[in-house]
C-alpha cells in the first residue's frame, strides 16, 4: 500500500544453485497444486477448498532486487515464517528493461523472478505476480503506482503470462488498486486524467479495463488463477456483481482481492472492522475472494476516539476476521520501509504491533496445502 519509496513443509535451497531456465524436474514435483475458482470458493485442482497465507514482499517495484534484498525476503517469509503465499509488487517498465539504470532489456529483472518461482515452487508455496506500477501509457516515463492500466500493461502481461503459462505456483494479480476511477472505467477503460501531486504534472493517458488484462494473459495459452482487486484502491468490490464479474471460460477462474486498511475511502468513509466484515460476507457469499494487503498505521490514519483502537488492535482484529471466514491473505509488508511494515530491520524482526502477530497466524495456522 504505502512505501518510502513510493510453509508448509520447507526444503533446503540455495539461491545460486537456482536453473535461470525452466523449472527443474524434481522442483516440479515439489510444486504445489494448480489453483482454481469452483463457485465462491478458491480450490486447488484435486478439488480441495484451500485457504492460503502470506506476505507481501516489495521492492521490485522500484528496482530490480528490492534493493539486494529480495531473494532472501522471499526465503525467510517461507522457510522462517512459514508463509506458503508471496504477492510479488512488479514494475512493467522494469520487466522490459526501460527503467533508468536498466541495461540489459530487463534480462536480470526477469531472472531474479524466476529465481523467487522456482524457490516457490519448490517450498511448496504460490508466488503472486502483481502488476504494482505502470507508466500511464509512455513507456520509460512517469513510473508509478497509477489508477488504471494502460495499454502497455497489456503488453506485460502477454510476455509475463507467456513465460509463466500453466505453472501451478504462478498466480496473476491483473492491476494493483484501482482509484479515483468509475467501474465503468474499471470495466471498459477509457481516457483517464490524473494529478502526480509530487511533481505537480498531470497525466492523460487511455486507460484499459481489467477485462482486457485477463484476456491478454488466456490469449498465451495461461489458465493460472487471476485475481483483480476492485476500485477505490481495490476497497470496494459491490460494483462487480451483475454484469461486471470477468468472464473466463477457458481459464481456472477469478478471484477479486480486497485491500482493507483503516482509514477514510471516497464515498465510503470510515468503516470499522465488523462494517467492513459484513460487506465482505455479502460479496464472499457469491463470489471468491482473497485479501491481498491489509495493515494498520495509526500515525498516519489516526483512529476516531470512539473506535479504542491502535495498530496492534486493529491488526488482531482483521487477522481474527480473516482466520474466522478461511479467507485467502496476505499481509502488507514484509519490508522494513514499506508501511504498514511487518518486520522493522534487515534481520528481519518483527514489529510488534503487526509482524509478531502475522508471524504467529503463520506459523501457528498455515497448513500443509493437500
Not at 22 to 48: F, I, S, T, Y
Amino acid at each position: 500500500m504505502m512505501t518510502i519509496h513510493r510453509c508448509s513443509r520447507p526444503r533446503r535451497w540455495i539461491f545460486g544453485a537456482l536453473a535461470l531456465g525452466l523449472l527443474p524436474a524434481a522442483a516440479l514435483d515439489a510444486a504445489p497444486r494448480a489453483l482454481k475458482v469452483v463457485g465462491n470458493e478458491l480450490q486447488n485442482d484435486l478439488g480441495g477448498r484451500v485457504m492460503l497465507r502470506g506476505v507481501n514482499c516489495a521492492g521490485m517495484e522500484w528496482s530490480d532486487d528490492s534493493d539486494g534484498h529480495i531473494l532472501k525476503t522471499v526465503e525467510v517469509a517461507v522457510v522462517g515464517w512459514h508463509a506458503n503465499l508471496i504477492r510479488l509488487p512488479l514494475a512493467q517498465d522494469r520487466w522490459f528493461g526501460r527503467a533508468r539504470g536498466q541495461a540489459d532489456g530487463g534480462a536480470r529483472y526477469r531472472a531474479v523472478v524466476r529465481q523467487l518461482v522456482d524457490f516457490c515452487a519448490a517450498h511448496d508455496a504460490y508466488l503472486i505476480l502483481d502488476l504494482h506500477w505502470s507508466d500511464a501509457g509512455e513507456w520509460g516515463q512517469n513510473i508509478g503506482q497509477h489508477n488504471l492500466p494502460d495499454r502497455n500493461s497489456i503488453a506485460f502481461w502477454k510476455d509475463a503470462a507467456a513465460a509463466y503459462a500453466n505453472h501451478p505456483a504462478v498466480v496473476f494479480d491483473l492491476y494493483n488498486e484501482p482509484a479515483h476511477a468509475t467501474w465503468d472505467q474499471w470495466y471498459r477503460g477509457g481516457p483517464v486524467t490524473e494529478v502526480d501531486q509530487k511533481r505537480n504534472v498531470t497525466l492523460r493517458y487511455e486507460a484499459v479495463g481489467l477485462p482486457a488484462l485477463a484476456a491478454a494473459i488466456r490469449s498465451t495459452g495461461a489458465k493460472n488463477l487471476i485475481i483483480a482487486g476492485g476500485i477505490n484502491w481495490a476497497y470496494e468490490v459491490e460494483g462487480i456483481p451483475g454484469g461486471r464479474e470477468i468472464a473466463d471460460p477457458d481459464g481456472n477462474g477469478v478471484v477479486y482481492a480486497a485491500h482493507p486498511y483503516p482509514h477514510a475511502y471516497e464515498g465510503l468513509g470510515r468503516e470499522t472492522i465488523p462494517q467492513w466484515t459484513a460487506r465482505m460476507e455479502k460479496f464472499a457469499a457469491k463470489h471468491p475472494i482473497v485479501v491481498t494487503e491489509f495493515g494498520s498505521i495509526e500515525r498516519m490514519w489516526p483512529f476516531p476516539k470512539e473506535w479504542a483502537m491502535n495498530d496492534e488492535k486493529w491488526n488482531r482484529a482483521m487477522l481474527a476476521v480473516l482466520e474466522a471466514h478461511r479467507w485467502t491473505w496476505t499481509a502488507w509488508d514484509f519490508h522494513p520501509t514499506a508501511w504498514p511494515c511487518l518486520i522493522s530491520d534487515w534481520s528481519y524482526t518483527p514489529t510488534p504491533e503487526f509482524g509478531r502477530w502475522v508471524r504467529q497466524a503463520l506459523i501457528e495456522n498455515t497448513p500443509a496445502i493437500p
